[in-house]
């Protein structure tokens, strides 16, 4: 979660070295698991996996059970795997999704309900007097690791101005696409913004935030 385990295989017909994000060639010495950080698509494909296999279901019903119902989202969202990302679990076939949106597989939510996650992430997990999310397990993700200070657990953090140099240092997200799709969250304005298909969104969010009282 971190993007520190330095794995290298194929999953689903995808090797790890085809995603150029990481910057990690085929022939590279990864060195030992949490040696180096790498942004890396099929090694989140292989997270999904290990999570398919701890909770035996799908991990889109996990997650319309466990959150997105509880906090009121549409059920117009869909999560997509591969033709091929399937698993036999006590003699059923589960797909697996995707981690990623490369490749055809993602996750598909409207600019509203992406919006809900959003809140319940600036609300430490907590959705109109219910627990859904631990605090502490929020907490930690938006902690920086030890091998990149500005990503938390699958979070990119703002803290010291360097994903978004325009945007306030108070702020976090969730971000691809070059940052033209975007998860914004700031607790200390109490703000969520959801982009979609933006440029220059640094500097739509520094203008937003200017506008935005400090909570």
């Known amino acids: 979660m971190r993007q520190t385990s330095q794995w290298d295989g194929t999953l689903w017909g995808k090797p790890w070295w085809c995603d150029p994000q990481g910057g990690q060639a085929a022939d590279a010495d990864l060195g030992a698991p949490g040696s180096a950080f790498a942004y890396n698509d099929v090694r989140i494909n292989l997270l999904a996996l290990a999570l398919t296999r701890l909770w035996g279901r799908p991990l889109d019903d ?13 059920d117009t969202w869909t999560w997509h795997g591969y033709d091929s990302s399937r698993i036999y679990v006590a003699g059923r076939t589960i797909a697996v ?7 055809g597989g993602g996750l598909w939510m409207n600019a509203v309900d992406h919006a809900l996650v959003g809140r319940l992430l600036l609300h430490r997990g907590e959705w109109e007097g219910r627990r859904v999310l631990s605090e502490e397990w929020v907490a930690r993700s938006v902690t920086p690791g030890g091998r990149h200070a500005d990503y938390g657990l ?10 978004l140099p325009e945007a306030p240092t108070t702020g976090f997200c969730a971000r691809g696409n070059a940052s033209r799709q975007l998860l914004w969250i700031d607790p200390a304005r109490d703000l969520v913004v959801v982009s979609r298909w933006t440029d220059g969104i640094g500097g739509i969010l520094g203008e937003l935030s ?3 009282p400090i909570a």
Not at 66 to 73: D, E, F, Q, V, Y
Not at 97 to 103: E, K, L, M, P, T
Request: proline fraction near 3%; avoid cysteine; hydrophobic fraction near 55%.
């Open 154 to 163: 699958l979070w990119w953090l703002n803290h010291r101005g360097e994903i």
């Open 210 to 212: 200017a506008a935005v």
């Open 97 to 103: 999704v995707s981690g990623g949106a490369h490749w």
């Open 62 to 74: 996990v997650l319309r059970e466990a959150l997105m119902r509880p906090i009121g989202a549409s």
